[in-house]
């Protein structure tokens, strides 16, 4: 124990709620300070007593001031006055441990806190953004209905510790609502919908887009707690669909709720628009090698694939071959008795090569969720951000030049009706409308360096997901690995009971044309 204190040592605990506090180094926040010693279910009297004594007149606590209060507050716990003088007694001494509780709440509050005070920074790492929350999406085996049947799925929400069951139609209605709760996030697009003969493998394919679309809802760092998307998480009434648009009806926009909304233009920097025109550039780069690499995993998926089948149907044939019970005799075969020991041989090869198709596939399995499917979630996610700018463009962009252009018109109308001899009534309803006009206009501007800022923070979300390649890359390697390995176990196996199906003398033997045969047939000319 290091003595970073005059007046006693420090336990390991005081350092870990420093660390959780403040991880890089800094000053405790008082907010934090008295959410920490609120966790003591000391009286507010008793916590406002501490804090005057580690306070540095600055609304924030040293490291030193941490460790007093945290001693003061075990010493109030065990019922003693709060004294600074009382660590003196401690001199050589462990300091005391307070009690408070479980500290994963605090850490995820002064994770909060933290990211707060630097809106333009996302501060989320990918594993961060995986922590938020995994869902699962599984096939309900029956389907229901008297007369049309549906496709029901299993939704499964780990951070809402939620089992329910939902239908496509209630994905399109979270769908729509969450583009009316977010239109300046990413808001992936849902698989499109078959109407009737829907195959399975088209249902399989949906069922996968449909886990993406919720895995990249509930790792938002901006939406991933949102009412809207706790409810379709957690509600397991019925009909779905149009619960969901009751509850939420009238839903108001990010921007009407948001704190960041009045301050927007103060949070974009004077060269947004190059920035994001330099990082639009690039994404688009990434889009497309993304798009290549998914095509070849793909490749790679249908090789391993392929293979499987190949082994398993040789392994079959050669089953076949081993129960043949056509009469074969000394007539056909005189002295040669090759024929009988290949059948014995074939029983025990097709059970070696249904092991390699087993093998293959497994590899193929393994290839398609660990690297195809993350690669098509980042695609996804790569999508979406195309369709965000081009709603920023097209949406609050272009609605704000349009405001312009109108005021435009009603000052020219003005001037007109003031220089002409139109009627007073006519000139103050003009300046009316340019009122309202300019308010409108007032309002879309932050509404427009409010987009811009979520764009900024949407591209940095794309680049904290970049890690998804490094996932890729891993899984790849890993599953190559372990499938060539097995695979060159099985053929080390099979290499034995091909030798021993004739025996050694087949090294000896002649072929038909007077060659004779052995394991190495290079630099033969028929």
Not at 399 to 418: E, N, P
Request: with cysteine; hydrophobic share 35%; glycine share 4%.
């Amino acid at each position: 124990m290091s003595a970073d204190l005059s007046f006693g040592s420090v336990p390991p605990y005081y350092r870990e709620v420093y660390e959780i506090l403040c991880p890089h180094g800094e000053q405790v926040n008082e907010d934090l300070f008295v959410q920490l010693l609120l966790k003591s279910n000391l009286p507010r009297q008793t916590i406002s007593q501490i804090w005057d004594i580690v306070d540095n007149k600055q609304g924030s606590v040293s490291r030193t001031g941490l460790y007093k209060a945290l001693a003061l507050t075990a010493l109030a716990q065990q019922g003693k006055s709060v004294n600074e003088k009382l660590l003196e007694t401690f001199s050589g001494q462990e300091l005391p441990k307070p009690s408070l509780g479980d500290l994963g709440d605090l850490r995820a509050t002064s994770v909060k806190m933290r990211r707060s005070k630097t809106p333009t920074v996302l501060g989320f790492t990918f594993r961060e953004l995986c922590e938020l929350d995994t869902v699962k999406v599984e096939l309900v085996p029956e389907k229901k209905g008297l007369i049309l049947k549906h496709v029901e799925y299993e939704v499964t929400s780990q951070n809402c510790k939620a089992t329910v069951l939902r239908r496509y139609n209630d994905f399109v209605s979270f769908y729509e609502l969450l583009m009316t709760r977010f239109p300046y996030r990413m808001i992936p697009s849902l698989p499109p919908k078959k109407m009737m003969g829907a195959s399975r493998e088209f249902i399989e394919q949906r069922r996968k887009s449909l886990r993406r679309f919720l895995n990249l809802i509930a790792r938002h760092p901006q939406i991933y707690d949102d009412k809207l998307v706790l409810f379709f998480f957690t509600f397991n009434g019925s009909d779905m669909q149009h619960k969901i648009k009751e509850a939420f009806r009238g839903i108001p926009d990010e921007f009407m709720t948001s704190n960041l909304a009045s301050q927007a233009k103060d949070l974009v920097p004077m060269d947004t628009q190059i920035q994001l025109g330099n990082s639009k550039e690039h994404i688009r780069i990434l889009s497309n090698s993304v798009s290549k690499l998914k095509d070849i995993a793909e490749r790679m998926v249908m090789r391993a694939t392929s293979y499987a089948c190949d082994m398993l149907q040789f392994g079959q044939e050669l089953s076949s071959l081993s129960n043949d019970s056509t009469s074969v005799t000394t007539w056909a075969t005189g002295s040669n008795d090759s024929w009988e020991s290949l059948k014995k041989g074939f029983k025990h090869l097709s059970v070696e090569y249904a092991s390699l198709g087993d093998k293959a596939s497994q590899e193929a399995a393994d290839e398609a969720e660990r690297v195809v499917e993350k690669l098509a979630l980042f695609q996804d996610l790569l999508l979406s951000y195309k369709e965000l700018c081009e709603r920023h463009e097209k949406g609050v962009l272009h609605d704000h030049q349009r405001a312009i252009q109108k005021m435009g018109q009603y000052k020219k109308k003005k001037m007109s009706a003031t220089v002409g001899t139109s009627e007073v009534g006519a000139v103050e309803q003009l300046e009316q409308k340019i009122l309202q006009q300019e308010s409108q206009i007032a309002n879309m501007e932050n509404r427009n360096y409010y987009s811009l800022h979520c764009l900024q923070m949407e591209t940095q979300l794309i680049y904290a997901n970049v890690e998804i390649l490094y996932d890729v890359l891993g899984a790849m390697a890993e599953t190559q690995a372990k499938s060539h390995t097995e695979l060159s176990r099985v053929w080390n196996e099979i290499r034995p009971i091909i030798e021993n199906v004739i025996g050694k003398e087949i090294s000896s033997r002649t072929s038909p044309v007077g060659t004779p045969l052995n394991n190495n047939h290079a630099g033969i000319t028929l």
